[in-house]
């Protein structure tokens, strides 16, 4: 691999400083972490706002008059309108706080899906779907009786768009997608499946949980109408997320949640709610967190996606390379347009027994079948070996988890 085509190896060396989790070691050996598509290392920025919060803000929020309910109250606001301008939305109403992605899906599904799918109507989802983008649509279509349709895939791990057409019939409400698959990396082409599900009157739900940390997103220009994310998967911090939702939509929204915080009014006879995106966040959330949020957002701005890409791709395509040449190793999701998530299985080799050694060696990837059953029995395997980069991966990370890959086969 030419370390032309990395970000340079000095700023990848002071990134990595920035990284206390990554100086450590692990069964003596100098951590490799190569989980990162199930969740990032945090910068000290991050953990430094959340060390601050409570050391000097710490009060509840939108409720109290005094000066430390205020210092939290405007610092929460910051992170929302910092949310806001990173995906282009175009007002904070829009951007709601969740737990994460998770919570997100099952809110839509909840408090769209309520009042706007029926008996007979239908929601579209994808064969290489996150359990977070099947389960909360199986739950909306069993409750309302209504059909659930699968966007079918190739062997390569992409798309079969030209099905989609098929699929969309004016009793579509929704359409939840992902916008990159965890488990296989694809990029999906969503803008094309934008247009189309709109063309026939259907909302489409973007499950962005894998796509912020690597790709610039842009709800206006791809026109969705909600995007489901995770702070932690872009180094941020865990238990924090968001939805963003056109703003009409939310508006007509039933809440999804009772309690404080989303109410303007209440009797025992009857309340009426607070306005957006209050409405939808109800209880006291996860403040440091999303206050140490923009910290994360403001490390990808400094480094910038494009250097980020740039450096996971190199990453990714010299793993694929490596790993690619050892017999008996199976890449899965070959997608032409794929993020830094490299996927495979050892023929004669359980994927645990693989995880276990490569721990062993320090090397931290996912084992198992990635929260995608689906996909997994799409495939006929029981589980994958999973390696994900991030910006603070290096090259000699990358021959580390090759070369133990290539001992296993060996003795195996
Ligand atoms: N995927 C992985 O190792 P939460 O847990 O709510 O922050 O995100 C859920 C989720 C939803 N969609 C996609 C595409 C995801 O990848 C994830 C989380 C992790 O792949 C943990 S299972």
Redesign the pocket.
Known sequence: MSTLHTHNRVAIQNIRKQFPALQQTVHGKPLVYLDN??TTQKPKAVLNAITNYYQHDNANVHRGIHTLASRATAALETSRVAVQRFIHATSAEEIVFT?????SINLVAAAYGQTQVHAGDEVIISHME?H??IVPWQMLCQAKKAVLKVIPISEAGTLLLPALKKLLTPRTKIVAI?Y????LGTINPLKEIIKQAHAQGAIVVV?G??ALPHLPINVQDLDCDFLAF?A??AYGPTGV?ALYGKKALLENMPPYQGGGEMVQEVTLAHTTYNDLPYKFEAGTPHIAGIIAWQEALNFITQVGYSNIMAHEDALHTYALELLSSIDRVRIVGTAPQKISILAFTIEGVHHLDAGMLLDAHGIAV?TGH??TQPLMNFFHIEGVIRASFAIYNTQEEVEQLAAVVARLVQKN
């Open positions: 598509a199930a737990g994460g992605t998770t919570a996150h977070a983008n992902s990159v698959s965890n488990t499950d949980a894998q995770s932690h998967k997320g996912r990635s929260c």
